[in-house]
């Protein structure tokens, strides 16, 4: 005979009753060893705020920053705020009938934007629901925001694994963004107040998270866009690398999967093209001016990438008239010139100017797409 499954019910209770036994043998015992299946991000983060000092029975005030503080916040913030928006709409919708909502914080856990069912009236969710508040773990103790911005990895959260005993009401999903220099810029959270686990949150969370990191990147100024996947991967997709470069070949950014693919270290500046990819650059320029699909490029760690290469898409913006020809409109007629000589020959048109190639597409790139 088969053992008969373990209801949702009995599961939930049984998490949350060792829960409870991992709060008493770390935050009272303080015997953290005694809790093995305690999550590992959870035990450092409660291990940290013991250092700080804090007591789990104390209340907690969500305060905010200073209105200076705040503004200052929003601003630094504001490419984030811009690319978050679109996402976290869609968030809105995915989340619709289970009562979590999204906070998005800057890198230091101040909270920046609001979005979805937010019910105003439960004091849990308007403690927390509020530009400004700041939600770092040195302030509100354990939750998803601060562990995900000091371990800087996705985490799910469920009521008694905050620090303090009032913010075991909490259920929440976070993820840390990175910007296209690898810099850690802020934190998206989904929270729900007095709500039933929902751990798939945390991949949803991950999703949007790297939506937003790719909005970033596409928001930097670029001249050529590599889009880049293993070979037998569709192009396309939230889990392409993005490499942003300028006229001549220099990563002007990218995201976190081309960071990887290229095996760029955080923050570490990607320098010019031609030190990743083992193949002329130019002929990246080629086949985004050739409106050709995803090609195998090699790399110089001896790995190869499938890489589509597409020139940036600018809204088109109506000059005012002026008197007399800008010098630079006369350099673009003139190179427009040689390459019309050359029947479209951009190499054979680039030595004729005694030019490269990149400096051509640069000139011309918006005008010949």
């Known amino acids: 005979m088969a053992p008969m499954s373990t209801s949702p019910h009995a599961a939930t209770a049984e998490r949350l009753a060792l829960i409870e036994q991992a709060r008493r043998a770390v935050l009272d015992a303080r015997e953290p060893e005694a809790s093995p299946r305690l999550s590992p991000w959870v035990a450092r983060s409660w291990q940290r705020c013991l250092q700080l000092g804090l007591e789990h029975h104390r209340e907690v005030a969500f305060e905010p920053v200073s209105d200076a503080q705040m503004r200052r916040a929003l601003e630094a913030s504001e490419p984030l705020l811009q ?106 959270d989904l929270t729900g107040v007095n709500v039933s686990e929902q751990p798939a949150l945390k991949h949803l969370v991950s999703q949007s998270a790297r939506s937003i990191e790719n909005a970033l990147a596409l928001a930097r100024p670029h001249h050529l866009l590599l889009r880049m996947n293993w070979p037998g991967r569709v192009l396309g997709d939230d889990s392409d690398g993005l490499v942003c470069l300028d006229g001549d070949g220099d990563i002007t950014g990218m995201n976190r999967p081309a960071a990887d693919m290229l095996g760029v270290s955080p923050g570490v500046p990607a320098g010019h093209a031609s030190l990743h990819f083992a193949a002329p650059i130019e002929g990246l320029f080629d086949a985004a001016a050739a409106h050709r699909g995803g090609q195998e490029v090699p790399l110089w760690s001896g790995l190869r990438l499938q890489v589509l290469a597409q020139f940036e898409r600018r809204n088109a913006r109506s000059a005012p008239a002026t008197q007399g020809v800008p010098l630079k409109d006369l350099e673009t007629a003139l190179i427009r010139k040689a390459v019309d000589d050359a029947r479209g020959n951009v190499k054979e048109a680039a030595s004729a100017l005694g030019i490269s190639r990149a400096t051509i597409y640069r000139k011309l790139g918006a005008r010949r797409r």
């Open 83 to 188: 690319a978050a928006s679109p996402v976290i709409r869609s968030l809105s919708r995915a989340m619709a009938h289970t009562h979590y909502f999204a906070i998005l914080t800057d890198a230091q856990g101040v909270v920046i934007d609001v979005n979805g069912p937010v019910d105003r009236h439960e004091p849990g969710v308007s403690g927390i629901a509020r530009l400004g508040v700041d939600l770092s773990e040195r302030a509100v103790g354990t939750t998803a925001i601060g562990m995900a911005l000091t371990d800087l990895q996705p985490v799910w959260l469920h009521r008694g694994e905050h620090f303090f005993d009032a913010t075991g009401v909490y259920s929440c999903a976070g993820a840390p963004i990175w910007d296209p220099d690898g810099h850690c810029v802020g934190m998206l």
